[in-house]
């Protein structure tokens, strides 16, 4: 067991995991699921492993590193074995649906700084389907692109 949760520690300290994934980790080089319980909960007893922190710094990180939206975040926080209640709860702490506009303009800007003028449809297509992959919705990108173009062919 000893060397389980050195192994655990190890791996914390490389990167946060969520309690679900690290659990499948052990087990990979553990068989012994009871061994793994217990060195689960001996480090969300030692305040190693929390679910909540980790989806907070991980909304934190995705918001102003990465700029995505909302629904890739809690996407990507599904897959990774998360309760979906707590991701609600934490996402409308640190991101709020009326949030969304700020990531949405940077990685709007960002995008379009490797699109050089002028812009065709096919340069808008591929800029409207990453800006749908990053996770923002499909009528917030019409309006910041419309206003965003209109502000380039009109500048007032």
Do not use: W
Not at 81 to 103: Q, V
Request: with cysteine; proline share 6%.
């Amino acid at each position: 067991m000893e060397q389980l949760y050195a192994g655990a520690l190890k791996a914390l300290t490389r990167r946060p995991f969520p309690t679900q994934e690290l659990q499948q980790r052990l087990l990979l080089s553990c068989a012994d699921a009871d061994t793994v319980e217990r060195v689960i909960e001996r480090l969300k007893l030692a305040g190693y492993l929390d679910d909540r922190k980790f989806v907070e710094s991980f909304i934190q990180s995705r918001l102003h590193h990465k700029a995505q939206g909302r629904a890739r975040i809690m996407q990507e926080l599904r897959a990774r074995g998360l309760n979906p209640a707590l991701i609600r709860e934490e996402m409308e702490k640190a991101y709020p649906t009326d949030a969304e506009r700020a990531p949405l303009q940077h990685a709007l800007e960002r995008k379009l700084k490797s699109l050089p003028p002028p812009m065709d449809a096919k340069k808008l297509a591929r800029l409207y389907n990453h800006l749908l992959r990053r996770g923002f919705p499909g009528d917030a990108i019409r309006l910041e692109v419309r206003r965003r173009l209109k502000m380039e062919m009109h500048p007032d």
